[in-house]
């Protein structure tokens, strides 16, 4: 266990960890990867890209809620694209959700779009803190409109002030835009997050970002 939290793969290398299991995956995983929003931020010199579900070893992913236990075939399929700024300023991640996240027939759960948004937001914000990591200490969401499942998503955030061991972000979940059409935003957030007067001495693994 101890070897493997030391063992944390790069920003660089979790963008080739992931081994589709099915041609579905493979084909979901293809389609973000060269989806001209991919490409465009991964042109921006200002992003660094990864998939942060990726960092944690095999035998903690397995207990991680939106890495693990909700990660798969008919869930998050496949490991989030993420972009974000050093400055911790901006985030953008890219997403499928599959049919099996529903709570009304066809509709994403709302309270997995909170749980999207607080992690995202969080990766935001985190470059900001003293020792880049945070905890939720509020976390307030609209839902603007119904979001279908089985469906590419776009998470954006912003860190809009800082202040010490405090941060505060806003962020929405969009539609994946078609070319030449506006996206559809599904939920938007606002958050404080806080890092712990302890967080010196939280291991490693949880201060990736």
């Known amino acids: ?26 084909e979901i995983n293809d389609f973000i990867n060269t989806h001209p929003l991919s490409v465009s931020l991964r042109a921006d010199f200002k992003y660094k890209e990864s998939r942060p579900h990726l960092k944690y070893p095999a035998e ?7 890495g693990g236990t909700l990660a798969g075939p008919g869930r998050i399929v496949v490991p989030p694209f993420t972009w974000n700024t050093e400055d911790g300023k901006s985030f953008v991640s890219i997403f499928y959700l599959g049919s099996d996240v529903s709570g009304h027939p066809g509709i994403v759960h709302g309270g997995l779009l909170a749980t999207v948004l607080d992690e995202g937001l969080a990766r935001c914000c985190f470059p900001v803190l003293p020792n880049k990591v945070g905890v939720t200490a509020s976390l307030s969401i609209n839902y603007c409109s119904p979001a279908p499942t089985g469906s590419f998503f776009v998470m954006r955030a912003e860190t809009i002030k800082a202040e010490g061991r405090k941060a505060w972000v806003k962020g929405w979940i969009e539609s994946l835009p078609d070319d030449g059409t506006e996206p559809t935003k599904f939920v938007e957030a606002e958050a404080l997050f806080i890092e712990p007067k302890s967080a010196a001495l939280i291991p490693r693994l949880y201060k990736v970002t």
């Open 1 to 26: 266990m101890h070897a493997s939290i030391v063992s944390i793969p790069s920003d660089e290398e979790t963008n080739t960890l992931f081994n589709p299991p099915d041609d579905i995956s493979k």
């Open 60 to 66: 903690l992913r397995a207990h991680n809620l939106t």
